[in-house]
């Protein structure tokens, strides 16, 4: 059993940064790959990005390419997701996630998910 919490949300202008972290419970975190993902009002979650489980590869969706960075600090039991530049079309709610299976961008091959913490981005 993982638990994640995620942090770090908030408000911010367009063009800005925030960085998202990601607390797992549990000494297994090593073991699994993470993921974040967002759902807009109105829309369906979304992938963002994913980290493998040793931290060597990572996977960004199109539309955050060169502006976020998903990272871990397997010793802290954490996953950062740091946004720069941001747009107001990045506005959601934004969860990470973390799997065991095959590593993937698909919601359903991760097996626990956070709360999720609030991103909003003013034009």
């Known amino acids: 059993q993982v638990q994640l919490v995620e942090s770090g949300g908030g408000l911010v202008q367009a063009g800005g940064s925030l960085r998202l972290s990601c607390a797992a419970s549990?000494?297994?975190?090593?073991?699994?790959?993470m993921g974040w993902f967002r759902q807009a009002p109105g829309k369906e979650r979304e992938f963002v990005a994913t980290?493998?489980?040793?931290?060597?590869?990572?996977d960004y969706a199109d539309s955050v390419k060169g502006r976020f960075t998903i990272s871990r600090d397997n010793a802290k039991n954490t996953v950062y997701l740091q946004m720069l530049n941001m747009k107001p079309e990045d506005t959601a709610v934004y969860y990470c996630?973390?799997?065991?299976?095959?590593?993937?961008?698909?919601?359903?091959?991760?097996?626990?998910w956070g709360q999720g913490t609030q991103v909003t981005v003013s034009s």
């Open positions: 996630a973390a799997g065991s299976s095959v590593w993937s961008r698909s919601g359903n091959r991760y097996n626990y």
């Open positions: 549990g000494r297994t975190f090593s073991r699994y790959y």
């Open positions: 980290i493998t489980s040793s931290g060597s590869n990572t």
